[in-house]
């Protein structure tokens, strides 16, 4: 919340109580999202999801409606843990000489 203010000053001899001249006030049109950097992909051998922080830099989402929110959570593509798996080999094709496995 911010603050209003205004001058506020008698001509001559005045009566009653002295107009205020502060008032607190709430203006949200500079409120803006706020994002942190995209969290590791959940899988690191295809495809996963990554993760990330969204907020109104008032910390009330309500103030920055008027803007769409960027997305929290997104599809990835990690292949940097991906390794070879080899199961056991078959039997020789052939049965007297070389042959293919």
Do not use: F, H
């Amino acid at each position: 919340a911010g603050q209003r203010t205004r001058k506020v000053t008698c001509e001559t001899t005045c009566t009653g109580a002295q107009p205020a001249g502060t008032m607190d006030c709430e203006d949200v049109s500079g409120c803006s999202w706020n994002v942190s950097e995209w969290g590791a992909c959940s899988n690191g051998c295809g495809t996963g999801i990554k993760v990330r922080t969204v907020q109104c830099q008032s910390g009330s989402a309500s103030d920055c409606s008027s803007m769409e929110k960027p997305l929290e959570r997104t599809e990835c593509q990690d292949d940097s843990e991906c390794t070879w798996i080899s199961l056991p080999w078959t039997t020789c094709s052939s049965s007297c000489g070389t042959g293919v496995a």
